[in-house]
């Protein structure tokens, strides 16, 4: 298992290697480039389905949308996951129509996400500063239900 996910990732790293870089991150720090993950987005999972990291590790993670259907992917703990299901429960489901500049500053606004459509790839970059379990979930309408999320051992 630990094997397997040491390919995968090397292999993203050289993937990335060659990619266009946005530049947005200049990165040159001398502790070195952060670990790349490359996250599969399928009708309704992720793949790796579960990571271990380091306390205080960041990974650049890599959505790609493999899938028919938008996916998201957000940060947070089994109750900020929640939390963040029963709000987009209450405003009807979805992201559409909201915007996340102008919401009131609670703390589900401060939840790490992205939003990947079909066939598109968009980078996430994420530092682990506390221990414990963390998950990424996809909070599109069905989607958490169905049991998209990845598990993070912190
Ligand atoms: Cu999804």
């Not at 996910?5 to 290697?17: C, E, G, N």
């Not at 609670?106 to 379990?133: A, K, N």
Request: charged share 25%; with cysteine; net charge negative.
């Amino acid at each position: 298992m630990k094997r397997a996910l040491a390919l995968v990732v090397a292999s993203a790293v050289t993937l990335a290697a060659c990619g266009g870089d946005d530049g947005s991150d200049p990165a040159g720090g001398s502790s070195g480039e952060p670990r790349t993950v490359e996250v599969s987005m399928t009708d309704m999972a992720y793949s790796p389905a579960s990571l271990d990291v380091a306390v205080g590790e960041t990974v650049r993670f890599v959505f790609r949308n493999d899938g028919a259907v938008r996916h998201e992917a957000v940060f947070g703990n089994q109750a900020e996951q929640e939390a963040h299901h029963e709000e987009m429960a209450e405003m009807g489901g979805s992201h559409d129509g909201m915007d996340m500049e102008s919401m009131p500053h609670d703390e589900m606004t401060e939840l790490h996400s992205v939003v990947v459509e079909p066939g598109e790839t968009v980078e996430l970059t994420h530092t682990f500063e506390t221990s414990g379990p963390m998950m990424v979930g996809c909070h599109e309408p069905g989607h958490w239900e169905a049991g998209m999320k990845m598990i993070i051992d912190v």
